[in-house]
């Protein structure tokens, strides 16, 4: 390797000081670091790749401004879509058939629900039965409630009974019951015939009972056939019940049903000689000869 070509540091000794006039300019230029060439080159670089960093940069605050966007809109929607919905005003119970008074309109946020899910008059509401409980001010969807008679079992509406008085169901038939004209809501009157010691006599025993619901309780979602239902689910109380079941087990039983002119719906009031279930005390043929005296 000649002097030109090889880096090497020479000293003072025995062979003389060391003399810059020796090293030719391609020497010097080789030993020492061209330091503006350098940064030069490193200069070159970063320019060659500024257009790739500027890009991703640009890229990333476009994404971040379109999720700030879309979270935006979405908020904006669902605070502006508002409606006037039926809510429960009170805390509603299953099978308890709803109340007009329990039920209120309020506006709330609907936007995410499917179109139709809430009831925008109260009439549409009234009557209905809650299949769960519904808490107060919750609105109230068409998932929640169901027409009454159109559930079966632990989801069915509880009879429309009185305080004071129970059901009792009554056998029927086509002869027997008005030729199945007899629905829900109806009202008839109740005919007894007796026969005792060769002697048969018919009379009208009770009128005016509310008859709630007629054939058993899996019919009522069936569609009404030609066959008349085999019975009638009639209110009464509980001292009524116990004459009802002693005519139909020593008697035969007979039903008229009367006009809807004579109609007169609304609360019964308790009956002041039978106001519980606990105020029947039992019934034998001398209550009964007591009671209908024109039969014996």
């Not at 230029?29 to 503006?36: E, F, T």
């Not at 350098?38 to 401004?65: E, H, K, M, Q, Y």
Request: one cysteine or more; proline letters at 7%.
């Amino acid at each position: 390797m000649t002097a030109q070509t090889r880096p090497w540091t020479a000293r003072a000794g025995r062979f003389g000081p060391f003399r810059d006039s020796a090293l030719s300019d391609a020497t010097r230029g080789y030993l020492a670091y061209d330091v503006p060439a350098l940064a030069r080159s490193n200069l070159s670089g970063l320019t060659s790749r500024r257009p790739f960093t500027l890009l991703g940069i640009l890229l990333a605050l476009l994404v971040i401004a379109a999720f700030v966007l879309v979270a935006i809109n979405a908020s904006t929607g669902q605070g502006s879509t508002t409606q006037a919905v039926v809510v429960a005003s009170k805390d509603l119970s299953p099978r308890i058939p709803i109340d007009g008074g329990a039920l209120e309109l309020r506006s709330i946020a609907v936007s995410g629900y499917p179109t139709g899910s809430f009831f925008s008059k109260v009439d549409q509401v009234k009557g209905m039965v809650p299949l769960v409980t519904i808490s107060a001010g919750q609105p109230i969807t068409g998932n929640l409630i169901a027409k009454p008679g159109t559930t079966l079992g632990s989801q069915s509406a509880f009879l429309p009974i009185p305080s004071g008085y129970v059901a009792v169901t009554l056998p029927t038939s086509e002869q027997q019951g008005v030729g199945g004209y007899i629905q829900p809501d109806d009202y008839i009157s109740v005919i007894a015939t007796v026969q005792i010691n060769g002697k048969v006599a018919t009379k009208t025993i009770f009128h005016d009972l509310h008859v709630i619901r007629v054939g058993p309780l899996e019919a009522e979602s069936v569609p009404a056939g030609t066959t008349p239902a085999s019975s009638l689910t009639v209110v009464v109380t509980e001292c009524q019940a116990e004459f009802i079941t002693w005519f139909l087990t020593y008697g035969t039983l007979k039903y008229a049903l009367e006009s809807y002119h004579d109609y007169a719906p609304g609360d019964q009031a308790k009956d002041p000689n039978c106001p519980s279930v606990i105020s029947a005390r039992g019934v034998t043929l001398k209550d009964v000869q007591a009671a209908y005296p024109t039969l014996f």
